[in-house]
């Protein structure tokens, strides 16, 4: 009887890393979309701020209906988020003084400039 469990066992083992594997891709899937919509609400928020119509920037229209690459993210070393701030930080230096253009800028611009460089700092509190 025995022998006849073992089979059985390893197949239930490879059925449930295959559930397991397309759980954890939905959740990188859902995960990648609820970024996706925080950071282009921020945007938003700071060119609405700015005095900006957000509907302008034509990379936000792109961005909201675009699905995520169909690559894996880098694996990182340093902590994502000191990584992200520090490009953000970046592009806000480069960018000092010269608003992007709305309709050419990319997402990363519009989130440097708008809320985190000088056209938040230059926006009515």
């Known amino acids: 009887m025995r ?5 059985l066992e390893r197949r239930l083992a490879r059925l ?3 559930v397991q594997d397309w759980s954890a ?6 995960n990648a979309r609820n970024a996706r919509a925080a950071m282009t609400s921020l945007i ?5 701020r700015a005095g900006l119509d957000p509907a302008e920037a034509v990379s936000l229209r792109r961005h ?8 894996s993210p880098p694996v990182l070393r340093a902590d994502p988020r000191e990584a992200l701030f520090a490009r953000i930080q970046a592009v806000a230096e480069r960018m000092r003084g ?10 990363v611009a519009l989130l440097a400039y708008y809320c985190f460089g000088d056209g938040a700092k230059e926006a009515p509190a």
């Open 3 to 7: 022998s006849r469990l073992k089979p």
């Open 16 to 18: 449930a890393m295959l």
């Open 25 to 30: 891709a939905a959740e990188r899937a859902r």
């Open 44 to 48: 938003r928020l700071g060119l609405e």
């Open 64 to 71: 909201a209906t675009a699905e995520p690459p169909r690559f």
């Open 98 to 107: 010269e608003p992007p253009s709305l309709a050419t800028a990319s997402p």
